[in-house]
């Protein structure tokens, strides 16, 4: 007799089948739109050059997607801007570095959506001094717009509705060293970046991936800090759209079935705990390229120019055809993980400096929009 685990192996290859004839059905009819207007939006405007930078600023990438930006709006051309609190990831991220790398893609999306619109972005970065080691009250930044037809516009923001996070498995196809060298480029001065694509580094880098991801899956209480944000289906991502999004339609059945629920995915007997793992560690295996970037220090401002960087060579590995997905847990610093912390800058930074971040490189297919909150929703009152 077949197990339970066995069954469910075989019922969900049966439903991959099915679900590979009916995605078209699905994108027309199951899709989270809603969780996606955001990107049509930006692309609409508002007809307030404010506002219409803000609505690309909020589609910055930034980890688990938890969108921790919140937007004080004062007079007619300025605000400031606050970390929420609640959108914090304290298991993973215990000093908010990575978070802050976040609000640095978004102030270098709102730089160049201004731009865009012939104003000039003035960026005063932590007005009331840098929050450390935690974040707190005191706001990331303030902003304030200047109209300015001289401001240069930036010939990557032409790929701003197009930058996705893309977590499918890569063709095996190399990356061309020419490409990743432009990528490269896109990073702001300050802001090291840099390529592993030969065998050897690359088997390396593999390893190190690997096993970052296996610990903080395997810890409960990392693990169970993705689940709490992960939607799984539809109806879940537009009731919440940040966090985790598990869309499509083998997901959203599997979902339908009672397979794949967040009480699974955190049962180590489970097969959504199994396949979580292993569809991540496969994802990783199927890579031809890493690129990752270095600080020489690990300021707040650092971590800022970082994010900048960083979206900046998303931008511009979108208008290479290429797919970007983020794999920083080895870059955590949350005390399990310091012997991959201490192998990743043995490997990246071997002259000195932080790794800030961390991601694979390669061809795909297409992604989706991640979920957004609309603007409106984070926009503080009062």
Known sequence: MASRRGVLKIGSAALLLTAAGSAAAWALTRAPKAAQAPWDAAAKGFGDARLDALAYAILAPNPHNMQPWRVRLTGEDAFTLHADPA????ETDPFSRQIVIGFGAFLELFRQAAAEKGARAEIALFPEGEPKPYLDARPIAHVRLVADSSAPRDPLFGHALARRTNRNPFEKRAVDATILERIKSAAVPGVFADAVADAARLAEVKKLADDAWRIEWGLDRTRRETIKVTRVGRREIEENPYG??????????LGGLGVLTRENMDDPDSTAYEQTL???SAAIVATPAFLFSITSTN???????????WVRMQLAAAGEGLAFHPLSQALQEFPEMEEPYRRAHALLASGGGIVQMLARVGYAGDAPPAPREPLAARLLKG
């Open 299 to 309: 300021t707040r401002a650092d971590q800022i120019e970082a994010g900048r960087s």
């Open 244 to 253: 985790i999004a598990l869309a499509g339609p083998l997901l959203e059945a």
């Open 87 to 90: 959108r914090l990831l304290p």
């Open 278 to 280: 292993a569809n991540y």
